[in-house]
């Protein structure tokens, strides 16, 4: 159930950063809403009747079924984002002394939970595309690589269908680690925030090192978080707004475009396609052959 509430509080918050206002909620719904929180309240006495509620259509972001934990910013300022040069060299020893310096640095590994992971990127050194995320989650920091979860999953099979692999391509992150929320009761982690911009701004030269040694055709901006720490903070108030656009970041083409949790839970073939243009886009951009059965994907019938 846990699970459940949190993957949709999730999608609530993409929906909302994508410039969704409303949602429908049916009465059926809101009832079996209420009686998980009553349930996770522990509450042994019958409920009073609920007041009839009628199916209405609610601001996306007040539809969450329960409240998130308070997603307050880190107490401490963080130090100036770190300069350092990378040693001269080929592609993977300098990507091996740029893995040595993030995972030793010790603002990185403060924010870090015990037992948890400092997240790099991974792929193709030699990638034509390379696909930047926000931040890791709960199945990122315990592997330390990115993408790894649901979100991930379908993001391959997004790049399957470029007639790629995910070892093809480059992913990466605005952030190394996962912002942190006050711990759960079994002393876990329970649901994401959204990087500060301060947070962004630190992790971002060790994206901009990734580039640098990557070396890719064009990026891809994989949500809105991502896209503001790429194009900087207030850039867009929705996503709506400049998606499917090529912008430029560290003198390269920047697709920016929605992330994969997006359709997660909206599976329609409308969801899908908005997508999928996007990504037609980028395959053209790359130079990259599209058949006409790529090209059809997901259009309504």
């Known amino acids: 159930m846990r699970n459940s509430i ?8 993409r929906l909302k950063e994508a410039g ?4 429908p909620v049916s009465e059926a719904s809101v009832k079996a809403l209420a009686a998980a929180v009553r349930r996770r309240a ?4 019958p409920a009073a009747p609920a007041p009839a509620i009628r199916p209405a259509r609610v601001a996306a972001a007040k539809a969450s079924p329960a409240p998130e934990p308070a997603a307050a910013e880190p107490k401490a300022s963080l130090p100036p984002p770190p300069a350092f040069e990378l040693p001269a060299g080929d592609k993977p020893s300098r990507w091996a002394a ?3 310096r993030v995972r030793g640095d010790p603002t990185c590994l403060a924010h870090v939970r015990p037992g948890k992971k400092i997240v790099l990127g991974v792929g193709n050194l030699d990638a034509k595309i390379m696909f930047v995320g926000e931040a890791p989650g709960a199945d990122e920091e315990i592997q330390g690589e990115p993408f790894v ?21 480059y992913i990466g992150n605005i952030m190394n680690w996962r912002p942190e929320l006050p711990l759960g009761p079994g ?11 301060e947070e962004m701004a630190y992790c ?3 994206l901009r090192a990734q580039i640098d040694i ?7 901006a994989l949500g809105a978080t991502a896209a503001q720490g790429l194009l900087g903070a207030g850039t867009f108030k929705a996503l709506g707004e400049i998606r499917g656009q090529w912008r430029e970041f560290q003198g390269r083409p920047l697709m920016i475009t929605y992330h994969p949790s997006y359709i997660l839970r909206n599976q329609s073939n409308r969801s899908k396609r908005v997508i999928w243009e996007d990504f037609l886009k980028v395959m053209e951009r790359a130079g990259l052959a599209i058949s006409g059965k790529q090209r059809g994907y997901f259009l309504e019938k």
């Not at 949190?6 to 918050?13: G, K």
């Not at 990557?214 to 891809?220: E, F, G, Q």
């Open 98 to 100: 740029l893995g040595d």
């Open 214 to 220: 990557v070396s890719p055709a064009l990026l891809v």
């Open 149 to 169: 979860g649901a979100a991930g999953q379908l993001l391959n099979r997004m790049i399957a269908g470029m007639g790629l692999s995910r070892g093809d391509v």
């Open 42 to 45: 522990g509450a042994s006495a």
């Open 20 to 23: 969704v206002k409303t949602l």
């Open 187 to 197: 002393g876990t982690q329970v649901g994401n925030r959204p990087p500060t911009p």
């Open 204 to 206: 971002l030269p060790y």
């Open 6 to 13: 949190q993957a949709l509080s999730d999608e609530l918050r």
